[in-house]
Nanobody, 114 residues
Framework: QVKLVESGGRLVPPGGSLRISCSTSPNLLRTTPMAWFRRIAGEEYALVATKDAVFINTLDSTKGRFTFMQSTEIGTLYLQMDDLKPAATGRYYC?????????WGPGTQVTVAS
């Protein structure tokens, strides 16, 4: 069974940087395009960042700069977030880029505030 475990979220001041992580199996990362999502209470999971075979997408630059990184051999995804803004606050999750998704992990809370 696929297990996704996110970590590293915390309170960050506006303009700050943070790197969050997602731990899963190396084999999953070898075979499945992955992505980072964000969820605000009561809302749907919103796609934040993805990496395909050719380029890295940052889909919402108004909330800061997001960089998707992947270390396949250790089964870890990272989301580097720079110049964070309060609008980036939310709980972040990793999962497959395409549906159907794997069971969602616990997520990790990122709060951008003074």
């Amino acid at each position: 069974q696929v297990k996704l475990v996110e970590s590293g979220g915390r309170l960050v001041p506006p303009g700050g940087s943070l790197r969050i992580s997602c731990s899963t199996s190396p084999n999953l990362l070898r075979t499945t395009p992955m992505a980072w999502f964000r969820r605000i209470a009561g809302e749907e999971y919103a796609l934040v960042a993805t990496k395909d075979a050719v380029f890295i997408n940052t889909l919402d630059s108004t909330k800061g700069r997001f960089t998707f990184m992947q270390s396949t051999e250790i089964g870890t995804l990272y989301l580097q977030m720079d110049d964070l803004k309060p609008a980036a606050t939310g709980r972040y999750y990793c999962n497959s880029l395409s549906s159907p998704h794997f069971p969602w992990g616990p997520g990790t809370q990122v709060t951008v505030a003074s």
